[in-house]
């Protein structure tokens, strides 16, 4: 039996990528990384996979965010992928490629869903004075961050906290809980509702 196909969207420096390509390479994830998309070319996570799995286009540099869209789709799509994974990408994705992928698009996001939806959600959880923090991976829908969320990590917020500190300590943990997410997902037993396959 082929491998579960796992293709994998960053913009960033791509640890919870590591963290997916260690599990696989420790056999703790029976999976394969089939390609890492980037909105960044020059980006980290795309160093961590050969150059035949990486796919990059400038978004700032096409003539609209409809033109983006659709060459992230269609390269996407190009690989055939059984489950997509937003880990740390930064940019919302269109309608149009969460339709294609809503039954198998994840993404893991850096706060205690439904709180802190987009950025700053370190700072943000510290300025509200929380006593405890996380992380949550969640099924992608067309509203940011707003999806049906699958499981959380969380740490408790120590008093000396900075955003910095709390996001260094979170880390680990959010490795974690995508590698468990993922885990859950290649066995099969991760069903989106319906109204998530349809995209609605
Ligand atoms: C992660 O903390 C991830 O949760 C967050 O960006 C970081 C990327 O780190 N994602 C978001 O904020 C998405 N809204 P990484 O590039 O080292 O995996």
Known sequence: MSL????????????NLQAILDAIASQQLAAHVVGVFSDKPGCAALNRVDEARR???DAKQQSSRAAFDEALTA????????????????RILGDGFVARFADRLLNIHPSLLPKYKGLHTHRRA???GDSEHGSSVHWVIPALDAGEVIAQTR???LADDTPETLAARLLPHEHQLMVAVLQRAVSGELAPPVSKASGA
Request: glycine share 8%; aromatic share 8%.
């Open 126 to 128: 510290l300025e509200a």
């Open 55 to 57: 796919w990059a286009l």
């Open 4 to 15: 579960p196909r796992i293709a994998v969207l960053a913009s960033g420096r791509g640890s």
């Open 75 to 90: 390269a996407v799509a190009a690989v055939r992928p059984d489950w997509v994974v937003c880990a740390g990408f930064m």
């Open 155 to 157: 740490i408790p917020i």
